[in-house]
Structures are given as structure tokens and as C-alpha cells.
């Protein structure tokens, strides 16, 4: 028994030392090298591997740590003979006596389920070919030890060369150049990728799935491939829209060339975020690929500049810790904002800032202001924050020291880790200014500095225009007529116009009508837009012209035009319906539903086709289908108050999907459900044939 203590107790120590270690081992050792051959098993959800390592020990330790979640490890050996090993659910520790030197190398098997970081898409539908089937990874912040051990350490930098197994009729794509690919046996192939600089391990990514890909090449060279699902070949050009446009000017404006292979960028299903900047292989959400309709409201346009901006920001140069979060988001949002500016105008570029600023205005004045190196910062403090301190920085400096600056600080940085100060040096360098008064009132300070952010919105002349304009919000029409009307005569300014339909809401005299039909006139997309979601009432001498909104080319405008027409004409359902019955809508198909929901509850219009229509609205709730589809007819069926037995499975299903926005709608639309008696008892009912793990909110629900 003592004898077993003992044990324990040294076991322990050597654990707990060990951890402590953790925190620094990057000043003891130092990986160079991960080889990694990787087996995906997506039926299983399961991974499982070879890796070698290859480090230098730099001080002499007696362990060393690997992060590695919930992973069973064999065949541990260091430079070829078999070694001492522990192992708990967040990594391994190697035993063994590291003196100083050179050229080690660990090798080591693995295995595991990751339950995150890897996310596993649909493999329990195989005889659904609708639903696709793919896994993808995201690894920021400490995600990718759960499916390959690695090093959750920002600093830890090493170059990955990893090779993947998996089913053949499949892509895969990673990190590096594809350097091989082959067949293994009849249903698994193997790629294997090269990188030739190091990384942190939070960028290491695969993403596999039914894709096909689009070549283009940048201005120096650079290969860049947009993938798509081959039956999304119609959307890729307004998706990718500008993606050369975007590299070329990014690599012009940082001054220094794309650091990386190659650069992949892959849309997947119910991504956790936008899109992640995995080196050379940016991941995003599946929603944004759009139609040229739909590039108009919402596109991939900034997401696409924001990923690619971290290559350099970010990826080349990586914060040390999270205090200097800003060094990545700050800089992805800054430069996505000046290659916007490049693609939409300098009216764009100030309007974001403007919008930035009210939102970080008000976060201030709440007294909920933070400061830019406060590491739990939130991300409109991280992103807008950090883009509008960019933003006077380079006034300060001007934009040839700012840009100096900038490619100086990469330069000298590259492939390392960074902190603020490291910036704010180069950055006085280069301006031979002191930035001790910026640091403070931009970095440090909590609150926002919203009267310099106005001195400098007022540098646009359309930003003094706007605010002229915004400035009569309460003043009566009969007062403010000359300057709606001046606001809306050609060329209409997108914003102003918006701006001056906001100000009629609500009112039907004669000169709103004048003015409305001036709007009309525009033709600004963005103008009629703003018609069609404010306009609650629509007078009869306006119908003709609301009506044209239905062909406007913008499923916003569209959407919210069909439902105020078929409200208020009732006499004309019939017309409405026919007229866009063909239409689709966004990714989340708001159009479709919107018309099928509407059919159903127009009396004598198709009535026997109804139940064909209710099912086709409910099947949008399957639960392989994408969350943002789920969510949108979950939300129709709750206004029908028309839940099925699999929809309101779906729904059981949805309260404990891996993205958060997702789980939140489901948990708080199931606990809304709950009160009605009926919907309660089939819940319950339903519960009983699901997995445990599926119902644990329901029960929480039900008991609590
Ligand atoms: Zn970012």
C-alpha cells in the first residue's frame, strides 16, 4: 500500500512538473518537424495516426508534453528505442532524460473520437445523397489536439507535413501542396501534403467532401482554387466574385509577397464561424455561397478579403498570447475594409467605419467600453476596435510610413510571434514618431475616442452629407421636403437614399407619396430595399410601383415586398403567388418558404396541392439538411403552429448541435413548444426512441 503510494505520489510530481513546463516548454524545446500520416474514419467518427516529431532540446528537462484530448497512445518511441510515457485526457508526457541537442525525433501512434475540433458531417444518412457528406476541422482556439496531437502553445511553430487516408470518392484538402495522391485499396486513398514553413497548430485544417474547384492565378503568380459543390457551378462566380481582385491588391498594399504554397478556400456545411484562416486553406460557411440575385445583399466579399488578410496577419506573424488579439483581428478587418474600398468606393469604406464607430460608441458609453490589450476583450472590440486604431494610426503616420511600417514589422517577424510592442516599434521606426499617446488613448483606454472618430468620419463628404440628412429625423416632412427630395434625385447615394425612405415611414401625405415615388424612380437596389422593409402600409396610388418591387434584383427587397403585398391585396394572392412561385431565395431559401407558408394559408389558391406543399416545408427541417434551412422552417412551422412527429425530432436533435447559434434557437423554440399541451406530450412521446445524449436538454426541460 505504501509502496503503491509512493508511486502515486511520484508519478504525480513528475505530471505536475511537467504541466508547469507546459506553460514555457517553447524555452526548452523546440519542434521543427510533425510528420503526420492520419487515418479519417467518418462512419466511425473516429481518427487514428502515425507522428513523427523532430525537435531540439534546448535545456536539459526530464519530460516532455504533447497536447493531445482524449487520445489512446501507443508505440511511443524516442530516436528509435521505445520510451517511458504517461498519458492523460489532455495530451502525453515523454520520460526521459532531454540533455541539449539536436535532431531528436519522437514518434508516436494515436487514436481517438474527437467530439470537437473535427466535426463529421451527415455520415449517418449514406442512402441520402442530398445530404453532404463531408468533415472539416477548426482547430482556433486550442481545437486541433483533438484529433492530432500537436501543441495548443501559440508559439510552438512547426512545419506540418501531413498525409490523410480517406474514402477515395472524395476531395480532401490540408495545409501544404498536394504532392501525391493514390489508391490504397479499392475504397481509401491517400494525399499526402508538403509545407515548407512552420506554423502554429491552431492553423493546421482538412476539409473533405463531394467537390469540384475553380483555377485562377494571382498577378505574381499564386495558385489560388475556389471549391464548390458540383452542383453549385452556377454560383461560383458571384460567390468568388473579386477573389483575384482581393489576392492581388492585398499582396500590393502589406508590400510583401503571399507567404504560402498555395491558397484553397473551401465552403462547408454548418461552420462554426464565417470562414477560419487555416494556412493556405481558408474554411467557410457553406451559406455564403450565393447567386448574383443574392451577391447584392449579402456576400462572401469581406469574409473572403478578412481570411486572406490573416495569411500575413495572424498566420506569418501569430500573437503570443491572447492580449494581443488585435494583431490578428484588428489587421484582417483593417485590410478587408481597404480591399473593399478598392472593389465598392470610398463611400463604403467610411460607412463601415461610421457603423463601427456608432456600435463602439455605444459599448462605451454604456460604461462597457474595453480596452484593445485586454485579453477577454469581446470580438467587436477585437475586429472593429482594432480596424478603426489602424485606421488613425495611418492617419497620424501617413501612408508611407504606415506602410513601411507594416512590411517591416512582417519581415522581421516572420514565421515568430509577436506582441503590440514589437508593431509599435517598427511603426516609430519607420514614422520617427512617438506613438506613446496613440498606445494610451487607442490600445489602452477603455472608452472609445468618439469625438477624434467623428473628426475623422467628416474627412468624407458624403459621411457630412449623411449625418446633414440624418440630422431631421424629427423635423416634419413640410420643413425637410427640399432636402429628401435633393437626397433622392440622381445620382442617389446608397446610404442617403436609404436613409431619406427611412425618414417617410409611416407617412401617407401627398408629399411622401411625391417623395416615395421619387425613390421608386432611383432605381437604387438599395433604395427600393429600404421601400419594401419600412413601408408597413402601402397607399393605392403607390401599388403599381410596390408591385415592381417583386422583380427587383435582391431576394431582401423580395421577400419582405411579397408578404406586405399579399397582406394588404388580398384580391391579388393569386397574382403574387404565380408570380413567384419559381423563385428560391438565399441559401436558407427564405423566398420558397416564405411562399410556400403563404399558399398554405390562402384560402381556394391550390388547395390540392396543400399537403404536397406542408411537406415540402416540414421536410426542410431534416436533420441533414444545412442548420440555417432547419432554422427557417422551424421558425414557418411555429407560425403555422404545424409541427410533425420529424420535425419536432429535428428540433429535439437541433438543441444540442456543435453551432451555438443553432442550439440556442432550438433550445429556446423547444421550451416555447413545452407550453402547449399537445406539442409537450408528443415531445415526450418522442424522447423515448432517441439516444440519451439527444434529449438531455429536453429532460433538463421536462424535470427542471
Ligand atoms: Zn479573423
Redesign the pocket.
Given at each position: 500500500m505504501r509502496k503503491y503510494l509512493i508511486f502515486l505520489f511520484s508519478f504525480c510530481s513528475v505530471v505536475l512538473m511537467a504541466q508547469e513546463q507546459n506553460l514555457s516548454q517553447t524555452g526548452y524545446f523546440d519542434f521543427k518537424t510533425v510528420n503526420a500520416h492520419v487515418r479519417i474514419q467518418p462512419l466511425e467518427k473516429a481518427v487514428s495516426g502515425k507522428v513523427s516529431y523532430t525537435f531540439e532540446v534546448l535545456v536539459q528537462q526530464d519530460s516532455l508534453y504533447i497536447d493531445g484530448r482524449n487520445m489512446q497512445f501507443t508505440d511511443v518511441s524516442l530516436n528509435g528505442e521505445a520510451v517511458k510515457f504517461s498519458s492523460d485526457e489532455k495530451g502525453i508526457y515523454i520520460l526521459s532524460e532531454f540533455l541539449p541537442s539536436e535532431n531528436n525525433l519522437l514518434e508516436l501512434n494515436y487514436s481517438a473520437k474527437p467530439t470537437t475540433g473535427m466535426y463529421f458531417i451527415n455520415w449517418e444518412f449514406p442512402e441520402i445523397d442530398d445530404a453532404q457528406k463531408q468533415v472539416w476541422t477548426q482547430g482556433q482556439g486550442k481545437y486541433t489536439s483533438n484529433w492530432l496531437p500537436s501543441f495548443d502553445d501559440m508559439e510552438e511553430k512547426a512545419e506540418f507535413d501531413l498525409s490523410f487516408e480517406f474514402p477515395s470518392k472524395f476531395q480532401l484538402i490540408s495545409n501544404g501542396e498536394l504532392k501525391n495522391t493514390e489508391n490504397i485499396n479499392d475504397s481509401t486513398r491517400l494525399w499526402q501534403f508538403d509545407m515548407e514553413k512552420p506554423i502554429s497548430s491552431y492553423l493546421v485544417a482538412v476539409a473533405a467532401g463531394k467537390y469540384d474547384f475553380k483555377k485562377v492565378q494571382s498577378e505574381t503568380g499564386d495558385l489560388i482554387r475556389l471549391y464548390y459543390k458540383p452542383e453549385d457551378s452556377l454560383k461560383v462566380e458571384p460567390t468568388y466574385r473579386y477573389s483575384r481582385e482581393i489576392f492581388n491588391f492585398l499582396e500590393n498594399e502589406i508590400g510583401l509577397a503571399y507567404p504560402w504554397q498555395k491558397y484553397d478556400q473551401i465552403p462547408v456545411q454548418d461552420f462554426l464561424y464565417g470562414g477560419m484562416?487555416n494556412t493556405g486553406t481558408t474554411i467557410f460557411s457553406g451559406s455564403f455561397m450565393t447567386d448574383s440575385t443574392g451577391f447584392k445583399d449579402r456576400n462572401y466579399v469581406n469574409v473572403n478579403a478578412?481570411e486572406l488578410a490573416?495569411q500575413w496577419f495572424g498566420n506569418l506573424v501569430t500573437e503570443v498570447s491572447s492580449k494581443h488579439h488585435w494583431l490578428?483581428?484588428g489587421f484582417?478587418t483593417y485590410y478587408a475594409l481597404l480591399a473593399e474600398k478598392e472593389i465598392f468606393g470610398e463611400d463604403y469604406y467610411y460607412w463601415k467605419l461610421y457603423e463601427s464607430a456608432e456600435q463602439l460608441k455605444a459599448l462605451s458609453d454604456s460604461g462597457k467600453g474595453e480596452s484593445l490589450l485586454n485579453p477577454k476583450a469581446s470580438s467587436l472590440t477585437f475586429y472593429q476596435k482594432g480596424a478603426w486604431a489602424l485606421h488613425i494610426l495611418r492617419e497620424r503616420v501617413g501612408d508611407e510610413a504606415f506602410r513601411q511600417g507594416v512590411k517591416n514589422y512582417l519581415e522581421l517577424y516572420s514565421f515568430k510571434n509577436v506582441t503590440t510592442d514589437n508593431l509599435l516599434a517598427e511603426m516609430e521606426a519607420a514614422s520617427g514618431q512617438d506613438l506613446s499617446q496613440f498606445k494610451a488613448d487607442w490600445l489602452e483606454q477603455s472608452a472609445f475616442k468618439a469625438t477624434q472618430s467623428l473628426e475623422s468620419l467628416k474627412k468624407s463628404e458624403f459621411i457630412i452629407n449623411y449625418l446633414n440628412i440624418a440630422a431631421l429625423r424629427e423635423t416634419s416632412l413640410d420643413q425637410k421636403y427640399e432636402y429628401l427630395e435633393k437626397a433622392l434625385s440622381f445620382p442617389v447615394n446608397d446610404y442617403i437614399g436609404q436613409e431619406a425612405v427611412l425618414q417617410l415611414a409611416g407617412l401617407q401625405s401627398q408629399q411622401a407619396i411625391n417623395l416615395y415615388k421619387k425613390a421608386f424612380e432611383s432605381n437604387n437596389i438599395f433604395v427600393r430595399q429600404a421601400i419594401s422593409s419600412s413601408m408597413d402600409v402601402i397607399p393605392n396610388d403607390l401599388k403599381a410601383e410596390f408591385e415592381s418591387l417583386l422583380d427587383d434584383e435582391s431576394y431582401l427587397t423580395i421577400e419582405a415586398a411579397l408578404f406586405r403585398l399579399w397582406e394588404q391585396f388580398p384580391a391579388d394572392r393569386t397574382a403574387y403567388l404565380d408570380q413567384t412561385r419559381d423563385l428560391v431565395g438565399f441559401y436558407n431559401k427564405n423566398i420558397r418558404m416564405l411562399w410556400l407558408t403563404l399558399n398554405l394559408v390562402t384560402p381556394d389558391y391550390e388547395t390540392e396541392l396543400n399537403q404536397q406543399y406542408y411537406e415540402e416545408l416540414a421536410d426542410y427541417t431534416d436533420i441533414w439538411r444545412p442548420f440555417k434551412v432547419r432554422e427557417n422552417a422551424f421558425s414557418y412551422l411555429f407560425q403555422l403552429g404545424a409541427f410533425n412527429k420529424s420535425s419536432l425530432q429535428s428540433l429535439i436533435k437541433g438543441t444540442g448541435h456543435h453551432t451555438y447559434s443553432f442550439r440556442n434557437y432550438c433550445r429556446q423554440l423547444l421550451s416555447e413548444l413545452l407550453k402547449n399541451e399537445q406539442y409537450r406530450k408528443e415531445l415526450i412521446e418522442l424522447s423515448g426512441n432517441m439516444a440519451e445524449e439527444e434529449t438531455a436538454y429536453l429532460r433538463s426541460k421536462i424535470t427542471g
Open positions: 484562416e478578412h490573416h490578428h483581428e484582417a
